[in-house]
């Protein structure tokens, strides 16, 4: 059985010996050659449409890729606080003056103000301004303030170190002994609270939680206002 091609134009089964003579007759100004280009080039432009309408669809796809990443990256949950709960008490040694206190008992101030740091935080180093201007401005308005030292490898010899750096730190410091900074929920420094102490049973109710520095501003207004200011 003779093998039949197809004329390129229209179709129709032609033998292969004839292909030429059947382009010559029925469509002149045709040849095989021209039109399978021709063919070649249509789909060839159809498959750079389809490809491009994939690029297209691909590279949307990966911008929302990217846009979810940065939002989760972004959006941090925030860490539980401790505001209405009651302090979790503990004991200290002051490293300049060797007392030793128990918070809340040992205090009968209205309010107390505890920040947990390191020496190495530069965060904690830069707030010592901050620090300083509140324990100047409210140390005789029955806030005390506290200092506790959470670094790792921190000796009572480093501490004294860095206050003789900082004459101003005129307020209670100490080394974390008894691992406060765990029962406080301290995940970084500076961690920032202001216990409101009741005498009636002794016990203290945590006002105000802060990870990171704050200001003075904000940080005086909220010990105005639980002064009764």
């Known amino acids: 059985m003779t093998k039949m091609s197809r004329c390129p134009v229209c179709g129709s089964p032609v033998k ?19 039109h399978i280009s021709k063919a070649a080039k249509k789909k060839a432009k159809a498959r750079g449409g389809v490809r491009k309408r994939e690029g297209t669809v691909f590279a949307g796809i ?40 128990t918070v809340p ?29 509140l324990h100047q401005n409210f140390h005789l308005e029955n806030v005390n303030f506290i200092s506790i030292d959470i670094g790792q490898g921190s000796t009572e010899a480093l501490l004294l170190n860095f206050l003789d750096q900082h004459p101003d730190a005129q307020w209670i410091h ?23 102490l009741i005498e009636e049973p002794e016990y203290g109710i945590v006002k ?4 990171g520095t704050d200001s003075y501003t904000n940080i005086a207004e909220i010990l105005n206002d639980l002064l009764g200011k």
């Open 208 to 211: 105000y939680d802060h990870l």
């Open 174 to 196: 100490a080394l974390d002994t008894s691992n406060m900074a765990s029962a406080y929920g301290v995940t970084g420094t500076p961690k920032l609270f202001i216990i409101d």
């Open 16 to 34: 292969p010996e004839n292909l030429s003579r059947h382009l010559r007759k029925v469509h002149p100004g045709e040849s095989a050659e021209s």
């Open 62 to 101: 990966a911008i929302a890729i990217v846009v979810i990443i940065v939002l989760a990256i972004a959006y941090q949950a925030p860490a539980d606080s401790m505001v209405g709960e009651e302090a979790p008490g503990f004991s200290i040694v002051d490293v300049r003056t060797r007392i030793a206190y």
């Open 105 to 133: 008992s040992s205090f009968r101030a209205e309010l107390i103000f505890i920040e947990f740091f390191q020496l190495s935080c530069g965060a904690c180093i830069g707030f010592i301004e901050t620090m300083a201007q």
